[in-house]
């Protein structure tokens, strides 16, 4: 969930004026009957469930968190909520509140610095610097003093529920689903709480449809991109235009979305078997360290054997969508048909084809994606140090980086494998191994072979990523009337 502001920017009216502790009972009576009355949009008393998401959605809650002020809050059930079960609730509220803040002020004078929010995150094995720990403390320090007194900290938390450190540490996450088609990055984090909440699920479908609306806009530069990995070399000096124009003269415009159809219907169980074996390693991984949050590198370790575990499952897919994009019109029927033509012709192995240079691409991209995103993110936050949230754009945007990075890196093994997935089985015909494509690529078009139809992959990068963040979006802001707040970023917990 993204970054929330404090509730001070929010309501004006919300900040005590003691100089210490919770302020007096009058003192308290008036800042809440200022929070009421900014809530009660009809002014009639009493605060409906209605006013409260409109309240309080706006700035930051779901419709989830919304609801369960209301539970807590409503002690007759009557639906509504009155001042005095406002009052209560933020009373109680207070005092969690203010147990928390307790628990962090460990040398008990009052205020929280960044070696007391560093070393709380440590026992909970979320391990970051002492300038990231600043960078957490600014986003709550209001008055500049590189420290957080009462006041700061129940005004940013007044109306999150929070429990223990793992709750305050989800306030500084960001993660997104934005797929470019490519289903190698290191797989986001997620909470027991929003696992047991359907809520990681729900993300999941909603990164889904992102991905396959994504991928069926920009499906034509994909087949373009295949049709110049097989047919592209130095003899035949074809173009993106060049094979745009050769697709369209044979099959027509519809020819530009051949093999959509699996592209797309891959992406459902890549990304659920990929999940559930991502946490399976951590959890196998945690047994020695017994710590909640995995460090960089091995989540790195985690991603990289989920996303070979995944590939593995689903890769017949893969070599279905490679025949069906390079089809030539009444080749195949379907997808059933190419597949039951495959078996028949060239047996079961040949769902198989390209699985090593596949496998090894997977630690290129995944290890270059992630060391990127950290470090561009990073830089930022160094050249920003006033703020603690680099916000949407500034991560979209390193996230489109880093995966346009990773991908130039694994590029070449990524043509190795669609080459081979694109061999028809001859009985007695050659069948070159991924060393002997490699030697022969080099050889023919040199280095820059390896590299042909790079073009229209790094020309899908910026609608893709466009496409799939405007749905994602959409779907986010349905998703939060049944869950809680979709998060932003890209495929990465980080730590702002």
């Known amino acids: 969930m993204g970054v929330m502001g404090p509730l001070g920017n929010r309501f004006p009216c919300a900040r005590c004026q003691a100089s210490g502790g919770s302020g007096s009972d009058l003192e308290r009576a008036k800042r809440w009957a200022d929070l009421f009355a900014q809530l009660d949009l009809n002014k009639d008393g009493r605060i409906d469930i209605h006013e409260l998401r409109t309240g309080l959605a706006a700035r930051g809650l779901s419709r989830r968190s919304v609801d369960k002020i209301v539970k807590s809050a409503d002690s007759n059930q009557d639906g509504e909520i009155d001042l005095e079960e406002f009052s209560q609730y933020l009373q109680t509220h207070e005092k969690q509140l ?34 990231d720990a600043a960078r957490i403390l600014e986003s709550m320090d209001k008055d500049s003093t590189m420290t957080i007194d009462w006041n700061e900290w129940r005004d940013y938390f007044l109306f999150k529920s929070l429990r223990s450190m793992e709750d305050v540490a989800r ?26 909440s359907g809520f990681m699920w729900r993300q999941l479908m909603a990164g889904a449809m992102a991905g396959s609306v994504s991928r069926t806009g920009t499906a034509p530069l994909d087949r373009v991109k295949v049709f110049l990995q097989v047919h592209g070399s130095t003899s035949r000096k074809l173009s993106l235009w060049d094979g745009l124009k050769a697709m369209v003269k044979e099959g027509g415009l519809r020819s530009l ?51 070979a575990t995944a590939q593995t499952a689903i890769y017949p897919l893969e070599v279905l969508k490679t025949r069906l994009t390079l089809r030539k019109t009444g080749q195949y029927s379907g997808i059933i048909d190419c597949a039951r033509q495959i078996l028949k012709k060239e047996g079961i192995k040949a769902f198989y084809k390209g699985y090593i240079p596949n496998l090894l691409g997977i630690i290129p991209y995944a290890g270059i994606d992630l060391a990127v995103y950290e470090t561009l993110k990073n830089a930022w936050l160094q050249r920003n140090k006033g703020s603690a949230d680099p916000g949407v754009l500034v991560l979209v945007g390193c996230g489109a980086m880093s995966s346009t ?51 229209p992959n790094f020309l899908k990068v910026i609608p893709a990523v466009s496409i799939s963040y405007v749905i994602y979006e959409s779907m986010r802001k349905v998703a939060h009337r049944k869950c809680f707040p979709m998060t932003r970023g890209l495929f990465h917990l980080t730590f702002c």
């Open 98 to 131: 203010k147990l928390m803040f307790r628990s962090l002020d460990r040398n008990n004078d009052g205020i929280i610095d960044a070696a007391e929010i560093q070393h709380s995150l440590h026992t909970i094995g979320v391990d970051i610097s002492l300038e």
């Open 171 to 196: 306030c500084w996450r960001h993660s997104t689903m934005l797929d470019i088609g490519e289903q190698l990055t290191v797989p986001d984090e997620f909470s027991e709480e929003e696992k047991k």
């Open 257 to 307: 979305w051949r093999g959509n159809g699996v592209n797309v219907l891959k992406i459902a169980p890549e990304t659920a078997i990929k999940f559930a074996a991502y946490e399976k390693i951590k959890s196998m991984m945690r047994v020695k360290g017994d710590r909640q949050t995995l460090k960089v590198y091995e989540r790195f370790i985690a991603g990289s054997l989920a996303g």
């Open 405 to 455: 990075c990773g991908q130039l890196a694994s590029y070449p093994l990524a043509l190795i494998r669609t080459r081979m997935q694109a061999q028809a089985s001859v009985k007695g015909g050659p069948q070159p191994s991924m060393i002997s494509l490699f030697q022969t690529i080099v050889t023919q078009d040199g280095v820059a072979g390896l590299y042909r139809g790079i073009a």
